[in-house]
């Protein structure tokens, strides 16, 4: 079976300390290698203010991971989010061919990352 390539976004949840958000992370890593995946890279944006309040919470630490896995593990990964209590919202993206070259040309620097800019009301957005 070939693998698929995948993007899956995190936010988990603020309380959280630093080394309890990076555990959370890692988990997810040994998840995707456990189930035959394999890793293409990771982009942590840490703590950042939310659009709107989820559960309360204002802010929340963002992951993003890109990697290649079979079709199946999809409902896999998305089931193993679903039952953390750390992880407040996901989204899990089938990448076409398009997605990945831009991905990795973004990976080389060769495409500047996006910009955060302040709104009016103070807050940041993407």
Same mark, same amino acid.
């Given at each position: 079976?070939?693998?698929?390539?995948?993007?899956?976004?995190?936010?988990?949840?603020?309380?959280?300390?630093?080394?309890?958000?990076?555990?959370?992370?890692?988990?997810?890593?040994?998840?995707?290698?456990?189930?035959?995946?394999?890793? @293409?890279?990771?982009?942590?944006?840490?703590?950042?203010?939310? &659009?709107?309040?989820? /559960?309360?919470? +204002?802010?929340?630490?963002?992951?993003?991971?890109?990697?290649?896995?079979?079709?199946?593990?999809?409902?896999?990964?998305?089931?193993?989010?679903?039952?953390?209590?750390?992880?407040?919202?996901?989204?899990?993206?089938?990448?076409?061919?398009?997605?990945? @070259?831009?991905?990795?040309?973004?990976?080389?620097?060769?495409? &500047?990352?996006?910009? /955060?800019?302040? +709104?009016?009301?103070?807050?940041?957005?993407?």
């Amino acid at each position: 079976m070939s693998l698929v390539n995948y993007e899956s976004a995190i936010i988990l949840t603020p309380v959280l300390s630093e080394a309890q958000m990076q555990e959370a992370v890692k988990s997810y890593r040994q998840l995707v290698a456990e189930h035959g995946g394999v890793m @293409v890279g990771e982009t942590n944006w840490g703590l950042t203010k939310l &659009a709107y309040p989820i /559960k309360k919470k +204002s802010t929340g630490f963002y992951h993003f991971f890109e990697f290649q896995a079979n079709s199946d593990f999809q409902a896999i990964l998305e089931t193993a989010y679903s039952r953390d209590e750390r992880v407040l919202r996901f989204l899990n993206l089938k990448l076409d061919k398009h997605a990945v @070259v831009y991905n990795e040309r973004k990976r080389k620097g060769e495409i &500047a990352p996006a910009k /955060k800019y302040e +709104s009016k009301e103070g807050g940041s957005s993407i």
